[in-house]
């Protein structure tokens, strides 16, 4: 991994668990394999802890590393490392996807929540009236009561925001096609197509992930059928959605927008999304971040001891899934 994303993650608690469990190779965290240091370390490697940074673990490394067994990855995806050969040599693969879910599906929630009451908004007229607004002439339609929020695609990030969302009074609207009308029952939510997901959610959260038959899925028609102040959160990747009729909706007053990612992954300065008041921009920052990288670690290190005991992954990473999983 990337020197930076080593000593983020992998702090001296986390290395002093991993010694305990295994012989650890001496620093600093290797971000080219073909280094002859590099080969040094792979001659006699036989589990890579991965990380944001890490090289394609392609045929030449894999040659250089012929001890290697398992990678254990102690972020989310693995697409950007883990190549068609390691699969066929038949290494085992496991992630930190699931502890990397908790803190998306939590910002989630809280973007929910927040937009329900409209609290930016009402905040920001707050500070600029200083006048107290008459409380019992409240709309009823800001509050979070008896809403209706849709969750675009069953992934790891969207059971999770499902189930963060069971103690309050939603009503959850689930399309995703590789789940059955009695998984999504037995997850709490309601199975509906693509269409009626945006026409009947009052919040639609993006949660599927970037293949090529998901880029541009959140297309023109979707954002034009939301209802009339729906709010679209996208936590998953911004190629997935329509940005300019997204920007032309949102000028329009017609919805709302909570981004976490955008494509490109900062916009051009002069792009009308950041002139909407309607529109939340924040840095991709929903994932692990400052104390939640140490379950990403925990994570990683419990999966490293699972594996040195023989027992096998907690999170594994299953090949035949690829096509569908960030």
């Known amino acids: 991994m990337a020197p930076a994303a080593a000593a983020a993650v992998l702090d001296e608690t986390a290395l002093a668990a991993l010694r305990r469990v295994c012989e650890l190779a001496p620093g600093p965290a290797l971000d080219d394999l073909t280094t002859p240091r590099a080969r040094n370390v792979l001659r006699d490697t036989e589990v890579l802890v991965t990380g944001w940074g890490c090289p394609p673990l392609d045929a030449a490394a894999l040659a250089a590393a012929p001890q290697l067994r398992a990678v254990v990855h102690t972020g989310g995806s693995v697409r950007g490392h883990v190549t068609e050969e390691c ?14 879910a908790l803190p998306v599906a939590e910002y989630t929630v809280a973007m929910i929540l927040l937009s329900g009451k409209k609290v930016l908004e009402r905040a920001r007229e707050y500070r600029s009236s200083r006048r107290v607004e008459d409380w019992l002439a409240t709309p009823p339609g800001i509050g979070n009561f008896d809403r209706t929020v849709g969750i ?5 990030i969207g059971r999770r925001v499902i189930e963060l969302l069971r103690p309050y009074s939603f009503r959850i609207l689930l399309h995703d096609p590789f789940v059955t009308s009695w998984e999504t029952a037995a997850l709490g939510a309601e199975a509906v197509d693509l269409d009626q997901l945006f026409t009947r959610s009052d919040v639609v959260s993006v949660h599927t992930p970037l293949l090529p038959s998901t880029r541009g899925l959140v297309d023109r028609a979707l954002i034009a059928s939301m209802r009339p102040d729906a709010v679209l959160i996208n936590t998953a990747r911004g190629a997935i959605l329509d940005q300019d009729a997204l920007a032309e909706a949102t000028a329009a007053g017609r919805i709302r927008a909570v981004l976490d990612v955008t494509e490109p992954e900062v916009l051009p300065a002069e ?11 924040t840095p991709h920052l929903a994932g692990s971040q400052g104390s939640e990288w140490r379950r990403l670690a925990d994570t990683a290190v419990a999966e490293v001891a699972r594996w040195a005991a023989g027992r096998g992954f907690a999170h594994p990473v299953p090949r035949e899934g690829l096509g569908r999983i960030a």
């Open 87 to 100: 699969w066929a040599s038949g290494i085992e693969v496991a992630s930190a996807a699931a502890a990397n």
């Open 271 to 281: 792009h009308p999304l950041w002139e909407h008041d309607n529109v939340l921009i």
């Open 152 to 156: 675009l695609s069953a992934s790891m």
